[in-house]
């Protein structure tokens, strides 16, 4: 019974598949198009440039800066190689971090 009803229905939606189908497969694809502006704008710029801002602090560093670490260490920079910074922390003590882990340069 419910096998005959279904044969006989036609297609899916009550209609045929014309050239309307490819109009709602369009419609379909703007509220994606929208959400991925959103996440572009709210998310991913915002974080580009962040990343940028933090690569041009990590190449300005230099002997003498006072900087703060990721894990909030407060300390003056004694030297700088390519990816080890040396900071002294307290007078005569000297400890190395990775470059990518100072978060700010201290303004004095």
Known sequence: MFGSA?????????????????MAAFQQIIPLVFMFAIFYFLLIRPQQKKAKEHKALLEAIKK???????????????????SIVTLEVATGVNIKITK?????????
């Open 6 to 22: 279904f044969a006989m229905s036609g297609a899916p939606g009550g209609g045929t598949a014309g050239p309307a189908g490819g």
């Open 64 to 82: 003498g800066d006072n900087v703060i670490t990721a894990g909030g260490v407060h300390g003056k920079i004694s030297s700088v190689d390519d």
């Open 100 to 108: 990518t882990y100072i978060a700010a340069v201290k303004k004095d």
